[in-house]
T-cell receptor, first 112, second 110 residues
Framework: DTAVSQTPKYLVTQMGNDKSIKCEQNLGHDTMYWYKQDSKKFLKIMFSYNNKELIINETVPNRFSPKSPDKAHLNLHINSLELGDSAVYFC???????????FGSGTQLSVL | SQQGEEDPQALSIQEGENATMNCSYKTSINNLQWYRQNSGRGLVHLILIRSNEREKHSGRLRVTLDTSKKSSSLLITASRAADTASYFCATDGRYSTLTFGKGTMLLVSP
C-alpha cells in the first residue's frame, strides 16, 4: 500500500544504454515530479507534470523524456546514458492546492 | 537555481541533546517546509511554516521563520538515535515546485 512507488530501486547499466524508471502513486494526486539527487545530496527538480501535462522542464537534456500515461503514473526514459547521469532519481507527487510533497524511495542509477 | 542553504552541513550530537539546523533562502516565499531523509530512502515531510508565521511546533520539532532575514531554523529537542538523517529545507518556487537546500546531515549517537 506504498503511496509513491518507484521501480527499479537500483539500476546498473553501461554507458550508451537506454533505460526507464517507473513511478506510480495511489494518493489520487494530480501533480507529479521527477527530482535528481547528486552525490552531494543536492536535489534538483527535473520535470513537473499536472494532469498528464508537462509544466516544467528544468534544462534537462533531451535524452531524458518523461511520459505520463495517466495522473497516477509518471515514467522517466533516459536515452544514451552518460556517466554524469549517475545519481538517485526521486519521483514525488502532491495534490494541487496542497504544499506537501510525497516522495518515492528513489532509484539509484549507476552508469558504468 | 538553488534557493535554500542549510547549515551546518553536518552535525553530530549525543542522544538527549538538542539539534538546531538553519536554512537561508534568497527570494520571497509563501511558505517554507522541512523534510527528513533517512539513508537510502525518500524525503518525508516534517513541518510547514507560512510566511506570516514566526514559530511553529510539532511534537519535538520547533521551526522558526524570519522573513526579514530570509532564514529559518529547525530545532529537534531531546534527540534520539532514530533522528539520525539528513534534513532539508524547501521553499516554494515557480509553478508550485519546491526548491531544496543542500541539507544538514544529523548524527545522533546513543
Amino acid at each position: 500500500d506504498t503511496a509513491v512507488s518507484q521501480t527499479p530501486k537500483y539500476l546498473v547499466t553501461q554507458m550508451g544504454n537506454d533505460k526507464s524508471i517507473k513511478c506510480e502513486q495511489n494518493l489520487g494526486h494530480d501533480t507529479m515530479y521527477w527530482y535528481k539527487q547528486d552525490s552531494k545530496k543536492f536535489l534538483k527538480i527535473m520535470f513537473s507534470y499536472n494532469n498528464k501535462e508537462l509544466i516544467i522542464n528544468e534544462t534537462v537534456p533531451n535524452r531524458f523524456s518523461p511520459k505520463s500515461p495517466d495522473k497516477a503514473h509518471l515514467n522517466l526514459h533516459i536515452n544514451s546514458l552518460e556517466l554524469g547521469d549517475s545519481a538517485v532519481y526521486f519521483c514525488a507527487s502532491r495534490k494541487t492546492g496542497e504544499e506537501k510533497l510525497f516522495f518515492g524511495s528513489g532509484t539509484q542509477l549507476s552508469v558504468l | 537555481s538553488q534557493q535554500g542553504e542549510e547549515d551546518p552541513q553536518a552535525l553530530s550530537i549525543q542522544e538527549g541533546e538538542n539539534a538546531t539546523m538553519n536554512c537561508s533562502y534568497k527570494t520571497s516565499i509563501n511558505n517554507l517546509q522541512w523534510y527528513r531523509q533517512n539513508s537510502g530512502r525518500g524525503l518525508v515531510h516534517l513541518i510547514l511554516i507560512r510566511s506570516n508565521e514566526r514559530e511553529k511546533h510539532s511534537g519535538r520539532l520547533r521551526v522558526t521563520l524570519d522573513t526579514s532575514k530570509k532564514s529559518s531554523s529547525l530545532l529537534i529537542t531531546a534527540s534520539r538515535a532514530a533522528d539520525t538523517a539528513s534534513y532539508f529545507c524547501a521553499t516554494d518556487g515557480r509553478y508550485s515546485t519546491l526548491t531544496f537546500g543542500k541539507g544538514t546531515m544529523l548524527l545522533v549517537s546513543p
